[in-house]
């Protein structure tokens, strides 16, 4: 339950040594700062625009273009075919696959994105995992800290698994979706093809193949013509 082959295919990852010997797919947030520190070896393949800020601990593959105005304070592993947009923050601990796109006003930390993910506007990943075409809609925020600052628990049918870390977003399975202005509290796991509505507020797992909707109901009522008004 919650292994990385539940919520992944690793074959969608160049770093998929990071999962080897990993019980609950979350643990991988550990391995990711000592897999850069000996494995990055930096470098610019890829094509600037204007003049972004790139710090000497990042690697850019080939094809991926980082527009003036972003910042990548690394380590960073950033793959081949990336669209890193004006005003995207790349903090420490990020690696991004192949083909992915990172957009205005997004900030990340400390996490793994799989190939071909989407995270296009206005969006926070910090200590997550996002696996293959995954998607955040405009504004969807994953929370990484609980309010108390205790550490995370993740909530399940099968009950409450307490994961030792005190930073952990979200795990986001292979093609999920994340609707507009959603907010995922720390420990949230959404399964494979799953879609979360706009506008929700989850905490929990969601297994794979599910929708979880949610509707606000709104009351209509006659605008009265004001005296001013002819």
Known sequence: MHTPTDYFDLQHTEHRVIFENV??????????????????????????????????????????????????????????????????????????????????????????IFDEAQIPHYNYVGDSILGYRAHLGAGAILSNVKLDKTNVTVAGPEGTICTGLRKFGAILGDHAEIGCNSVLSPGSLIGRHSVLYPGSQWRGVLPAHRIAKFRQEFSLIERRRSVNNS
Request: charge should be positive; include cysteine.
């Open 23 to 112: 019980d609950y797919v979350w643990q991988a947030l550990l391995k990711i700062a000592p897999y850069l520190q000996f494995r990055l070896k930096p470098a610019i393949l890829g094509k600037t625009i204007g003049k972004p800020f790139i710090s000497n601990m990042v690697f850019i593959g080939e094809g991926t273009i980082i527009e003036q105005g972003a910042m990548i304070k690394g380590p960073a592993w950033i793959g081949n075919d990336c669209e890193i947009r004006n005003g995207c923050y790349i903090r420490e601990n990020v690696i991004m696959g192949n083909g992915i796109t990172a957009g205005n006003s997004c900030e990340f930390k400390n996490c793994l």
